[in-house]
C-alpha cells in the first residue's frame, strides 16, 4: 500500500499515482487530486485512463482519517473540539503543513519535473511544461488553503521545492471566505421536523449506482471527526483564506530562527518576501453547484 510521510509523529497519507505518462518523459504535468468531504480519492479513479493522453500524472491522496491514511490525534482532535481560536488555527495548519510535506517528499521521491517555459514564437508568448497543480474539492479546500496560508512554517527546502515546481491551485466548490451570503440552515439529521424529499441528498443511479458510491465514500468519517471540521469558529477559514489569497506575503526567517526550527514571525524575522508570486489560483463551480458556492467563488474573484 503507498504511503508517504507527513510528519515527525509518523502520520502517514495513503496515494495512489497513474505514473509518469511516458517512460523517461520529462515533461508532464503532475496533478495531486484532494477529495472533498466523505468521498475518498477512489472518486477520482476514472481519470486515470486518459491521463497519459493529456501528459499528467494524476496522484490521488487521502486525507487524515481517511482509508489508508493515519486517523486524526488524540490531540488534534482536543484542539478542534475546545473553545480555543488559537488551537483551532493549529489544528488546521496542521492539515495543511501535511500536504506541503506529502508534494515535497513525492517531488523528491519520484524526480517530478520542474516547471519549465519554452518560447512558442508567437508574439513572445511562453509555454509551462511539467511542475505540479493542486486541485482540490469542496472540503479539500480547507486544508489546501491551510497550505498556503503559513509559509513560514514551512521548511526551506520544500519553499524552495514549491518556487520551481508548483503551478496552481484549483479550487472546485465549497470555499467559505468573508463576505458571502450563507443562508441560514439546520442539518437534516439534527431536524426533528419532517423534510420534504427534494432537500435531501440523493446519488442519480443514472451517474452512479449505489454500490458505486458505497466504494467511493468512508461514512466513519462523517460520525468522528467531520462535523468537528464544520464547527470551527469561522474566523479561522477567513483568516486561512486572507493569508493565501490576498496577503501573500511570507516572512524571511532569521539565522536564530532557522537553526532553532522555529516558524519566522514578522518582527522577529526581517523583511516579508511575497510567496510564490507566479502560483496561479483557479476557482470552478459547475451546474450542479449549490448557489453559495457559486457566490463565494465571485466575491472571490472581485
Not at 482536543?78 to 480555543?84: E, F, K, L, N, W
Not at 458505486?212 to 479561522?236: A, C, G, K
Not at 483564506?241 to 532569521?254: H, N
Not at 483557479?282 to 465571485?298: N, P, R, S
Amino acid at each position: 500500500m503507498p504511503i508517504a510521510p507527513v510528519n515527525a509523529e509518523g502520520a502517514v497519507l495513503y496515494y495512489e499515482d497513474s505514473g509518469a505518462p511516458f517512460a523517461g518523459s520529462k515533461d508532464y504535468v503532475t496533478l495531486v487530486l484532494i477529495h472533498g468531504t466523505c468521498f475518498h480519492s477512489a472518486v477520482y479513479r476514472p481519470m486515470i485512463p486518459f491521463a497519459a493522453q493529456s501528459n499528467l500524472r494524476l496522484v490521488l491522496l487521502n486525507l487524515r482519517g481517511y482509508p489508508g491514511s493515519t486517523p486524526l490525534s488524540i490531540e488534534d482532535i482536543q484542539d478542534m473540539r475546545g473553545p480555543s481560536v488559537e488551537a483551532q488555527e493549529r489544528a488546521m495548519r496542521h492539515r495543511g503543513l501535511e500536504i506541503a510535506a506529502f508534494i515535497r517528499w513525492f517531488i523528491e521521491a519520484e524526480d517530478v519535473p520542474p516547471i519549465r517555459a519554452h518560447n512558442t514564437g508567437s508574439n513572445d508568448a511562453r509555454c509551462l511544461t511539467g511542475g505540479l497543480s493542486v486541485p482540490s474539492w469542496s472540503g479539500g479546500n480547507y486544508p489546501t488553503i491551510a497550505m498556503l496560508a503559513h509559509p513560514a512554517h514551512l521548511p526551506e527546502e520544500t519553499r524552495r521545492l514549491f518556487d520551481t515546481h508548483l503551478r496552481s491551485l484549483v479550487m472546485h466548490e465549497r470555499i467559505d471566505p468573508p463576505p458571502m451570503y450563507d443562508p441560514p440552515r439546520r442539518p437534516v439529521h439534527l431536524s426533528n421536523n419532517q423534510v420534504d424529499v427534494k432537500y435531501l441528498p440523493t446519488t442519480s443511479s443514472a451517474k452512479m449506482t449505489p454500490d458505486m458510491f458505497r466504494s467511493l465514500t468512508h461514512p466513519d468519517v462523517m460520525r468522528e471527526t467531520q462535523h468537528l471540521t464544520w464547527t470551527l469558529n469561522p474566523e479561522v477559514y477567513k483568516k486561512n483564506l486572507a493569508r493565501a489569497l490576498y496577503d501573500c506575503r511570507s516572512p524571511l526567517p532569521s539565522a536564530e530562527t532557522h537553526l532553532n526550527h522555529q516558524p519566522a514571525t514578522a518582527d522577529g524575522g526581517g523583511m516579508n518576501e511575497r510567496w510564490l508570486p507566479s502560483l496561479r489560483v483557479h476557482v470552478v463551480w459547475c451546474d450542479m453547484t449549490v448557489g453559495d458556492c457559486a457566490w463565494a467563488a465571485a466575491v472571490i474573484h472581485a
